[in-house]
């Protein structure tokens, strides 16, 4: 599971006792809540049914589905589905496409959900032999579902965005300055990721 909000209030303050800026930001907009997914084959799938469209037209297209093949958990009801009923609940042929990489590479035991490598590129690696799970997704599966705590989504745009705003850059930082920049947070950059969105959300609030 992901990190708890005990984990992340001491992770933040160890941050924020390497660098300064972090205190400043937690006198402006607190600690974050815990961001946490199950772990397995659900939560991979609802990562790519969402993408490219709203949190709504997603849940919309999930519910359908469940309603037409059943348990989505098991892997095993996209195996057996046909292509007619998953297009029937919405899927495109690209997502239809990824559906069953992914439920092909859990069912053979390519993938192994329950015992991902230890060493986070590994892990990353395993992931993104699925099509259509990109790094950024896989990323952000080991750092909410498994709650792997150095966990650094560096090419995330709201990521770049807060931290630029945190540490004070006139300009957004790329995505090789953006890991770079975060080389003395190691272990607790995920936290540091949940704490930047955190941030870029407070940011909205105001605006």
Do not use: C
């Amino acid at each position: 599971m992901g990190l708890s909000a005990e984990h992340l209030r001491r992770a933040i303050d160890a941050l924020a006792a390497i660098e300064p800026a972090f205190a400043a930001a937690i006198a402006r907009v607190g600690y974050p809540a815990p961001r946490i997914n199950p772990r397995g084959h659900a939560t991979l799938l609802r990562t790519i049914i969402g993408q490219q469209v709203s949190t709504q037209s997603a849940q919309a297209v999930w519910n359908k589905l469940e309603g037409i093949i059943g348990d989505l958990s098991d892997p095993n009801t996209i195996t057996h589905a046909s292509d007619d009923q998953l297009r029937a609940a919405g899927l495109s042929r690209q997502k239809l496409s990824y559906a069953r990489s992914l439920a092909d590479h859990v069912t053979s035991g390519a993938l192994d959900l329950d015992h991902l490598p230890e060493d986070d590129d590994a892990a990353i690696a395993a992931l993104v032999a699925i099509k259509g799970i990109g790094r950024w997704s896989a990323e952000i599966y080991l750092l909410f579902a498994e709650g792997r705590a150095d966990i650094w989504p560096a090419g995330d745009l709201a990521v770049q965005i807060e931290i630029g705003r945190i540490l004070g850059h006139e300009t957004r930082p790329s995505e090789k300055l953006t890991r770079d920049l975060a080389e003395p947070w190691r272990p607790h950059r995920g936290a540091a990721a949940i704490f930047t969105w955190h941030h870029y959300g407070s940011a909205m609030k105001v605006i």
